[in-house]
C-alpha cells in the first residue's frame, strides 16, 4: 500500500506543480527532482573508490554500469527487459482491461452491480501474491503464470477506481445531458466517461505500481528469462553488480511507466483546471 | 383558489398568437399533483400559459415552483393530472429547453462544444458549429469559443448555459433561477440580456424565482404558488425595456410582497 499511497501523493504534487506558471520553473522544478537521485550516486561512489563500502557489499555505480555494458553487449541485458516489459504490458493490457471494462458496467448498471461487486470486493482482500504456490501449481513457470499475477494485481485498482469514477460523475450533469435528449450512447462519451477519467487515472498509476511488484516476485521465484531471473542468476555467481543492476532497472522502468501515464493524463486532462497553466 | 385558475383560462382563451408562422409551445397543466414521499407539493394545480407569454412563478422555498417546472420541462412526471407542453403536446423534452441554477457546463467540452450540447441529437450535424457560433455570438460571448468553462466567470457561464438553451430554438425556455448565484450587477446584465433574446425570439418563457424585482423586470405576467396551488395571478403591465424602481414597479412589488408576507406571517 506504500505504493498506492506515494502515486497518490505524486499525483497531487504533480497537478500542483503542473499549475505554476513558467516553462523555465517547470524545467527548474523537474530538475530538481533530479538533484537527490544524482548526489546518492555521487555519494555512493565516492565511498565506494575510498573504500568504505565493500565491492562484494555493495559494488560502486561504476562496476554496475560496467555490468551493464557488459550485459548489453552479450545481448542478455536487453533481451530480458524486453521479456519483462511484454510481460508487464500483456499483464497490463488483460487483467487492466477487465477491471476497466467491469469497472463500468458495475458503474452504469445496477444488476452488473449486485450480481459481481460482493464477489469482487471479496477477492479484492485476497493478496494476490499468496496465490503463487497455487499458480505454480497451476501453470508451472511458463508465461501463464506471471500474466496471470500481473493481471490480477492491476485488475483491482483499475476496477476500484473506474467503479467510483462512474458513480462520482456529477447528477446535475447527467440530468442537462438527458434533459438537452442525450440518448445512452451519447451520454457515455460526452458524459459518463470523461467525467469519470481523472479517477481512472489515479486507478491507471496504481495499478502500474502493482505491476512491477508483482512481477519482481513473480520473476524472483518463478522464471526463465527476465530481469528478475536475471538478479536470480547474479545472485547464484555471487554478481552483486548484476543484482544491483536488476534492481536499478526496475526502479528506471517504474519510472517510465509513470512519466508515460503522467504524460497521458496531462493530454486527456487538460480541461482540468489542475492541468491548465494560468495565462 | 378556483377564481384565480377560472381568469387564468378565460385569459387564455384570448390570447393572441405572437408568432403566426412557428408557434410558440403553451402550457396547459389541469389538476396537476406531485409529492413526494408522502409530502404533497402539488395539489391539483391548474396553470395555463398562452404561447409567447413570459410568466414568472414566485412563491417561498419549498412552494412546489421549482417542482412545477421541473413537470412543464419533462424532468419529471406528475402523479396525477393532465399537463401538455407545445401545440402539438410533444415530449417537452424536444420542444422545451431548461436553464438551471448552476450553469451545469461540461468541464472537459470547449465553450463552443457545450453550445452544440443544445442541439442535442443534431449536435453532429455539419451545421452545428456554425449554429452554436452564432448562439455564442447573440450573448456577446464569441470571442471565448475555444476556451475552458473553467476560465470564464460566473456570469459568463451563465450566458454559454443561455446560449446552450437558445441554440435549438426552442419554443419553452423553463428558467430555474438561473440568476440565483450572481452578483447584483452581473444579475441586472443577465436580466437584460435574457429580455432582449426573449423580444426577438419570442419563445414562451417560465421564470422561476424567490426575487420579486427580477420577476417585475422580466415577465408580462406573475404567478404565486401557495400550498401547492395557483394563489396569485397577476398581469405586469408595464413598458419594456422595464426601468429598475420606477414607481408603477415599486408598487407591484410592494403589493406582491405583502401577500408573500402574509402568508408568512400566518404560518
Wanted: proline residues 5%.
Amino acid at each position: 500500500m506504500t505504493d498506492a499511497t506515494s502515486a497518490q501523493l505524486d499525483f497531487v504534487a504533480k497537478s500542483a506543480a503542473a499549475a505554476r506558471p513558467t516553462r523555465m520553473r517547470n524545467l527548474g522544478e523537474r530538475g530538481a527532482g533530479w538533484a537527490l537521485p544524482v548526489a546518492s550516486l555521487v555519494l555512493w561512489q565516492g565511498a565506494s573508490s575510498l573504500g568504505w563500502i565493500g565491492e562484494s557489499f555493495l559494488p560502486s555505480p561504476l562496476a554496475v554500469l560496467k555490468a551493464a555494458w557488459r550485459l548489453t553487449l552479450s545481448g542478455q541485458l536487453p533481451e530480458n527487459v524486453w521479456v519483462s516489459f511484454l510481460r508487464a504490458m500483456a499483464g497490463l493490457v488483460v487483467g487492466g482491461g477487465i477491471g476497466f471494462a467491469l469497472g463500468l458496467a458495475n458503474g452504469l448498471s445496477r444488476v452488473s452491480f449486485g450480481l459481481t461487486d460482493t464477489t469482487l470486493q471479496m477477492a479484492r482482500n485476497v493478496p494476490h501474491l499468496a496465490l503463487i504456490p497455487l499458480v505454480i501449481f497451476w501453470f508451472g513457470i511458463e508465461e501463464e503464470a506471471k500474466l496471470f499475477l500481473v493481471a490480477l494485481g492491476v485488475f483491482f485498482p483499475l476496477y476500484v477506481n473506474t467503479l467510483h469514477g462512474v458513480r462520482s460523475v456529477d447528477p446535475q450533469l447527467i440530468e442537462m445531458a438527458r434533459s438537452y435528449g442525450f440518448d445512452r450512447w451519447h451520454l457515455f462519451w460526452r458524459v459518463i466517461l470523461p467525467g469519470a477519467l481523472p479517477s481512472i487515472f489515479v486507478g491507471l498509476r496504481f495499478a502500474l505500481g502493482v505491476m512491477w511488484l508483482t512481477l519482481i516476485v513473480a520473476e524472483t521465484i518463478a522464471a526463465q528469462s527476465g530481469i528478475g531471473y536475471m538478479a536470480m542468476q547474479g545472485r547464484e555467481f555471487m554478481q552483486v553488480d548484476v543484482v544491483v543492476l536488476a534492481i536499478l532497472i526496475y526502479a528506471m522502468l517504474g519510472k517510465l511507466a509513470d512519466a508515460t501515464a503522467c504524460a497521458l493524463e496531462r493530454r486527456c486532462l487538460s480541461w482540468h483546471p489542475a492541468f491548465q497553466s494560468k495565462p | 383558489m378556483t377564481l384565480a385558475a377560472s381568469t387564468i383560462s378565460a385569459r387564455d382563451s384570448s390570447a393572441p398568437l405572437c408568432a403566426p408562422d412557428a408557434p410558440a409551445a403553451s402550457v396547459i397543466a389541469r389538476g396537476l399533483s406531485k409529492a413526494y414521499g408522502g409530502n404533497a407539493v402539488l395539489r391539483g394545480l391548474d396553470f395555463l400559459v398562452p404561447e409567447g407569454q413570459f410568466v414568472a412563478i414566485v412563491g417561498r422555498s419549498g412552494c412546489g415552483k421549482s417542482t412545477l417546472l421541473r413537470l412543464i420541462a419533462g424532468l419529471e412526471t406528475p402523479d396525477a393530472g393532465r399537463l401538455s407542453v407545445g401545440p402539438t403536446n410533444a415530449n417537452p423534452r424536444v420542444s422545451a429547453r431548461v436553464m438551471f441554477q448552476e450553469p451545469r457546463l461540461l468541464p472537459w467540452a470547449r465553450v463552443l462544444d457545450n453550445v452544440a450540447v443544445g442541439l442535442g441529437a443534431d449536435a453532429d450535424r455539419a451545421d452545428a458549429r456554425q449554429r452554436a457560433d452564432e448562439a455564442l455570438r447573440r450573448v456577446g460571448l464569441a470571442d471565448r469559443a475555444g476556451e475552458w468553462p473553467a476560465v470564464l466567470s460566473g456570469g459568463q457561464k451563465q450566458r454559454v448555459a443561455l446560449a446552450r438553451a437558445l441554440v435549438s430554438r426552442p419554443r419553452l425556455l423553463a428558467l430555474d433561477e438561473p440568476l440565483g448565484a450572481l452578483d447584483a450587477l452581473t444579475r441586472i446584465e443577465m436580466q437584460r440580456l435574457q429580455e432582449s433574446v426573449w423580444l426577438r425570439e419570442r419563445f414562451t418563457a417560465i421564470l422561476v424565482t424567490h426575487d420579486v424585482a427580477e420577476a417585475i423586470a422580466l415577465a408580462d405576467r406573475i404567478v404565486m404558488i401557495e400550498q401547492g396551488v395557483l394563489a396569485l395571478d397577476v398581469k405586469v403591465d408595464l413598458p419594456r425595456p422595464r426601468q429598475h424602481g420606477s414607481p408603477e414597479a415599486a408598487r407591484l412589488s410592494a403589493s406582491i410582497l405583502a401577500r408573500l408576507l402574509a402568508e408568512d406571517a400566518r404560518e
